[in-house]
């Protein structure tokens, strides 16, 4: 079993920055991806970004050049840094991991609140 609590996020106005952080615990040698994923209201959950235990990195495009996936090892940590946030980022982020691939994820954090005002 994995753990991952997620924090980090807020209320932020349009062009603002946020860290988003997803601590890991438990049986980590078992995951061979991490990925971060939001649900709008009214809208399905999206994967918006992922990085593999290789270091491969995946964005969705509504995100390239905005946000930045990346992970501390040392710390069993990974962050999402998201710049120039739009209102349409508004969303429930959930850090999730993967047993085998990076397209299927088993275990999810509670999610964290991430609120762009306009």
């Known amino acids: 079993q994995v753990q991952l609590v997620d924090s980090g996020g807020g209320l932020v106005q349009a062009g603002g920055s946020l860290r988003l952080s997803c601590a890991a615990s438990g049986s980590i040698f078992s995951i061979s991806a991490m990925g971060w994923y939001r649900q709008a209201p009214g809208k399905q959950r999206e994967l918006v970004a992922a990085i593999t235990s290789g270091g491969s990195t995946y964005y969705a495009d509504s995100v390239k050049g905005r946000f930045t996936i990346s992970r501390d090892n040392a710390k069993n940590t990974v962050y999402l840094q998201v710049n120039s946030l739009k209102p349409e980022d508004t969303a429930v982020y959930y850090c999730?991991?993967?047993?085998?691939?990076?397209?299927?994820?088993?275990?999810w954090g509670q999610g964290t609140q991430v609120t762009v005002s306009s």
């Open positions: 999730a991991a993967a047993r085998t691939g990076a397209k299927s994820y088993d275990y």
